[in-house]
């Protein structure tokens, strides 16, 4: 089937389609450009939400049960869930989907277990493309859970409207969020297994954390939660709309997204001038030769690299 009938179909809200064209952009990276050309003007209408923070948080188990409030509310939702990536097939592991499985019954409710397939930050290299799939696919949410990697776990900034960033307490340290970044990405603190010792602890060391932060227009509110019983999430949610109502009035929205849109297609524009530069050093070893000169200190690597550039700037 052609890629434009794939696209109809997903317009159309086929559940089948959007299985498909989210698989093509994982393993198809020319195909991926040409789906993501046809579907973008369609995109932008989702409210997408990332889940983030250490492993062992309980994402998985909150995301599900984020997903059945919002079911309860009568809207529709997209998860994207980054699994860590089989080494034997390169495909993700499926421990998210595995924890979801009531909602995969859902016909509101559409879940993708993503690998990360070698990308750090947290999210896999096709997240981004998957997120407009489900957007024009109809969900009115879409929610991105990370795979939990600590402290460059910071991709996701790139990508969601809105961050919830999850705590629990008793994992080591004081408090998990004193790590480079992580404190400051965080739109909402969800204090998760507050049923345990120490988590209103945890609860007051976060908020003494982002007093200690840089001043915000909009504190981030702390939410504590029981996930595994349901508790706390409705508080939750209302404050992931509130913030998205608080996004919208300030007009942070439109800033955020103009942002993120901004780092995307740098990104893109570094991508396709390395693999450029790649493709022509392959007939002429320009990068081999500028190589060995590095090594033996004939040359250093910054003017190895303008000379690399100067080499192929009139057909980059």
């Known amino acids: ?47 997408v939400i990332g889940i983030t923070g250490p492993p062992g948080g309980g994402k998985s188990t909150l995301t599900d049960k984020l997903a059945k409030e919002l079911r309860n509310r009568g809207k529709t939702v ?26 995969a019954t859902d016909p509101g409710v559409f879940i993708r277990s993503m690998g990360t397939r070698g990308c750090l ?26 795979v939990g990697v600590g402290q460059s776990e910071i991709d996701i900034v790139k990508t969601a409207d809105t961050i919830v960033m999850v705590m629990v307490p008793g994992l080591g340290d004081d408090i998990q969020a004193i790590k480079a970044g992580v404190m400051e990405i965080g739109d909402i603190f969800a204090i998760n297994k507050s049923d345990l010792d120490g988590a209103n602890r945890t609860a007051a060391e ?17 939410v504590q939660v029981v996930a595994s019983l349901n508790k706390g999430t409705s508080e939750l949610l209302d404050e992931i709309i509130n913030h998205m109502e608080y996004l919208k009035s300030s007009g942070e929205l439109k800033k955020r997204r103009e942002d993120n849109i901004k780092t995307e297609i740098i990104k893109l524009i570094e991508t396709e001038v390395m693999k450029r530069v790649l493709e022509k050093s392959q007939t002429n070893h320009a990068l081999e030769k500028v190589t060995a000169s590095v ?15 100067k080499l192929f700037s009139d057909n980059i």
């Open 121 to 146: 930050g947290g999210l896999s290299k096709a997240t981004q493309s998957a997120v407009k799939i489900l957007d024009v696919y109809g969900a009115d949410y879409i929610i991105i859970e990370t």
């Open 206 to 222: 976060v908020k003494a954390m982002l007093d200690m932060g840089p001043r915000k227009d909009r504190r981030p509110p702390i």
């Open 78 to 103: 997209g998860i994207v869930a980054i699994d860590p990536t089989s080494p034997f097939t390169g495909g993700s592991i499926l421990g998210d989907r595995i924890r979801m499985q009531d909602l």
């Open 295 to 309: 090594a033996n200190r004939k040359m250093d690597p910054f003017s190895a690299c303008e000379s690399i550039i």
């Open 1 to 47: 089937m052609l890629i434009l009938e794939y696209v109809d179909k997903l317009l159309n809200g086929d559940r089948r389609a959007c299985a498909r064209l989210i698989s093509i952009v994982e393993n198809d990276e020319e195909e991926a450009k040409n789906i993501i050309k046809e579907i973008y003007k369609y995109t932008g209408k989702a409210h």
